[in-house]
């Protein structure tokens, strides 16, 4: 099996990653492309990288993902791009017809140095654009950053392309993080729920998680449409959900069009939906019964069950934003955070994971990889992962309850479906905690302590 022969001994390394805890930059980039209404993602860069990133997100979200290539061969390696991505551009729009055409860069043409700027430039001035259509373009090299930044990339695009600065409205701007069709549904539920106009960007709810209903549709329903984008101008303020994947974006709304933005948690847990909930009601919004019901609903679930999480030791590993929300929510469980793991580099992560948890002792490390956290978990125990589906594997090793929750998890289905922010995201989060240790317990319950009621 993967990872049995991880040795328990840590030596620091520095030139040597081992299952990194992240993956490339486009498939983040080709992600937000799809939260926009019609829009068809381009990776300039050669077949092999889109089809990886198309299938990561295909397999991910059981959803077909349409996104088309430059098809770099060795001509386009040596000579450049640009005639590739000429011929791109005509063919999408003849053939494909998207309202926008979202590029994103691979590894390769960022090496190679293509000024993919100069390249849409020219196709506009060849008339290959027609009128009325859309090219936005982020630069996603693969050898820094995390899929998470290239989404970050992709939301700051959008701004640059679409939002204008204009005469101030009453709606807000919300902009979600890397966070599943199903929460982004469930935010724009609850900011409704409370009387709120809004324009969620990007949105990939109804877009990958849509309905059968028998036809293909080249462009399903969901997205934010062009003409909701180009009033993220005129918003009175931004709400950015988590500070890598939405804070790049909403500091450009703000220098750009003057758009007062308010960084948040994201709303994972009581208390991070709890500022979102105030943050809300700040800018207008009122907080309903049915709001407080289902806050009550996850209280009263929080509250018959903590005995079961008090001091039960926990690692996480995935994305920034999701595990520092994740660790103030299992501390305030009654959770022990023990080792806290991501691929994508930033230095802050390690202090905002401390202040989440409340204390120092705790393992957390930015760029790192799951050969060092399976050796944390080697030289401290704990009693439940929480990660995607690559920790399956130190998972079955270990013989630990894992809940699979994050990018990606090829081997579930349910995050498309079901939210984890929100109120409703935490009571299904706590229902799906709460499940992984009682079965473990009742796997291992010895023959007179195999309780009918727990
Ligand atoms: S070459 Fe770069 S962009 Fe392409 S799949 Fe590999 S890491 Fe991703």
Redesign the pocket.
């Known amino acids: 099996m993967l990872l049995r022969h991880t040795p328990d001994a840590i030596v620091e390394r520095e030139a040597l990653t081992v299952q990194p805890a992240k993956t490339?930059?486009?498939?983040g980039a080709m992600y937000a492309s799809l939260g926009i209404y019609r829009c068809l993602p381009h990776s300039h860069?050669?077949q092999?990288?889109c089809a990886?990133?198309r299938s990561s997100l295909t397999r991910h979200y059981k959803e077909p993902v349409m996104a088309a290539t430059s098809s770099f061969t060795e001509g386009a390696s040596v000579f450049g791009g640009q005639a590739n991505l000429l011929e791109a551009i005509s063919n999408i729009f003849n053939l494909y017809n998207p309202d926008v055409l979202a590029i994103h860069t691979?590894?390769?043409s960022e090496t190679i140095g293509d000024d993919v700027a100069q390249i849409i430039a020219k196709a506009r001035e060849e008339g290959r654009v027609p009128e009325g259509k859309y090219i936005i373009r982020a630069s996603?090299?693969?050898?820094i950053g995390s899929h998470v930044i290239g989404f970050a990339n992709m939301v700051k695009s959008i701004v640059e392309g679409f939002s204008e600065p204009g005469k101030k409205m009453d709606h807000i701007n919300i902009l979600p993080g890397f966070v599943e069709p199903s929460d982004m549904e469930e935010l724009k539920r609850m900011v409704k729920m409370m009387g709120l106009d809004s324009v969620l960007f990007p949105d990939t709810s109804g877009v990958l998680n849509s309905p059968q209903n028998g036809h293909y549709e080249m462009y399903p329903k969901g997205g934010t449409t062009v003409e909701s984008l180009k009033t993220t101008g005129f918003a009175k303020a931004t709400l950015a959900l988590g500070p890598i994947a939405s804070g790049p974006a909403a500091k450009l709304l703000d220098t750009k069009c003057g758009v007062q933005y308010e960084l948040l948690k994201l709303p994972i847990g009581i208390r991070a939906t709890d500022m979102f909930v105030e943050t809300l009601k700040r800018l207008g919004g009122v907080i309903d019964d049915e709001l407080e019901v289902e806050r009550g609903k996850a209280i009263d679930a929080i509250t018959d069950m903590q005995q079961y999480f008090y001091q039960k030791k926990v690692a996480l590993v995935g994305d920034p934003d999701q595990l520092v929300a994740l660790t103030e929510f299992l501390t305030d469980l009654g959770f022990s955070v023990r080792h806290v793991i991501t691929g994508t580099p930033g230095k802050k992560f390690i202090s905002r994971v401390k202040e989440a948890a409340g204390t120092d002792a705790i393992n957390v490390r930015e760029s790192s990889d799951y050969f060092y956290l399976h050796q944390l978990i080697k030289n401290e125990k704990v009693d439940l992962i929480m990660g995607n589906t690559y920790a399956k594997y130190m998972a079955r090793d270990m013989d630990i309850p894992l809940i699979r929750i994050g990018f990606p998890i090829y081997d579930r289905i349910g995050h498309q479906y079901f939210p984890t922010v929100g109120y409703k995201g935490a009571l299904r989060l706590v229902e799906k905690m709460l499940n992984a240790l009682m079965d473990y317990q009742d796997r291992y319950a010895p023959e007179e302590q195999f309780e009918l009621v727990m």
Do not use: A, F, I, N
């Open positions: 490339c930059q486009p498939v860069g050669s092999g990288c990886y990133h691979t590894c390769l996603t090299p693969s050898y």
